[in-house]
Nanobody, 132 residues
Framework: VQLVESGGGLVQTGGSLRLSCAAS????????IGWFRQAPGTEREGVSC????????FYTDSVKGRFTVSRNNAKNTVYLQMNSLKPEDTAVYYC??????????????????????????WGQGTQVTVSS
């Protein structure tokens, strides 16, 4: 299993970026992808997540209305569209995969998908820098 993020970069306040997370090695669609970020000196935090089986999604409060997560099952790729970016969004962004997820877990998505320990595989991260 491999996760590869791309799409990071430098953008001005108010700008947009779209991150991609390409997943390979999955034989079934019962997994979830979470997006996390980590700024220097801070803990890694959950940003958003999506269930590949039913596209159920979750967003942390600080990105609601600005970020949109989506999936392309045919390409095993998840996207994070980030609009109205702010300097406080600056961080390394990681995608992670939680495998073997169930319909019940989809219904309880907000309760677990921001937890680092819920994920089995991680990407290498991509830097997002928002200048003021």
């Amino acid at each position: 299993v491999q996760l590869v993020e791309s799409g990071g970069g430098l953008v001005q306040t108010g700008g947009s970026l779209r991150l991609s997370c390409a997943a390979s090695g999955f034989t079934r669609g019962d997994y979830a992808i979470g997006w996390f970020r980590q700024a220097p000196g801070t803990e890694r935090e959950g940003v958003s997540c999506i269930m590949m089986r039913d596209a159920n999604t979750f967003y942390t409060d600080s990105v609601k209305g600005r970020f949109t997560v989506s999936r392309n099952n045919a390409k095993n790729t998840v996207y994070l569209q980030m609009n109205s970016l702010k300097p406080e969004d600056t961080a390394v962004y990681y995608c992670a995969a939680a495998i073997g997820t169930s319909e019940l877990q989809s219904k309880m998505l907000p309760q677990w998908c921001s937890s680092l320990s819920a994920y089995d595989y991680w990407g290498q991260g991509t830097q997002v820098t928002v200048s003021s």
